[in-house]
């Protein structure tokens, strides 16, 4: 097989290996060529419109990139963190080939990694917060905080970055939550 052949491989893809637990990264030769999909355009509120056009590129980049979108991202997010919560100033993203040392190799990202990672450490703050509360006893907060991860997990905010087109997060874990069992939101909250 040739080693300079063009590649296609479509954000969903990319997204279906993160959510597997992967990493949404290609290791190309020099002279490959790749393409992909973004999200389908719709109607976006003003604070929603500017993020998503602030943040979400098509196209590869570098770790680096990836580290400054994140960057870009949380400073952007257009919804609250949970009280005395605060991003990360740095991206958890690493190279996961750092024991590959072939000059012929380059690490490229699909953008809209750092974006993701913005997003998911929302709804894990937020799911963490209405498992606090649970445990507290404060059922106000709960249900705010479930309310909360409805409205963002239903936003093009997390249409961008992850795509759940049966939104099995709401059905199963955040449904669970609401009538009394955080065994399931609880794997998403962050210990």
Known sequence: MPRNRDIALSRRAVLKVAAAGGVSLLVLQPG????ASGPSGEALTADVDSYLAATMRKGLTTLDGIHAEYREAAS??????????????ESSLTNPLTSVSSADTEVLWERGNGAAEVYLYWQSAVATEAYEAHLRGD???VERSLNQLESG????????VLEDPNDGFLRIEVAAA??????????????
Request: net charge positive.
């Open 32 to 35: 490959a060529a790749f393409g």
């Open 153 to 160: 997990y239903s936003s093009p905010v997390r249409r961008a």
């Open 76 to 89: 952007k997010f257009p919804f609250a963190l949970p009280s005395g919560w605060t991003f990360p100033a």
């Open 139 to 141: 059922s106000a907060q």
């Open 178 to 191: 609401r009538g009394g069992d955080f065994k399931s939101l609880k794997s998403v909250a962050i210990d």
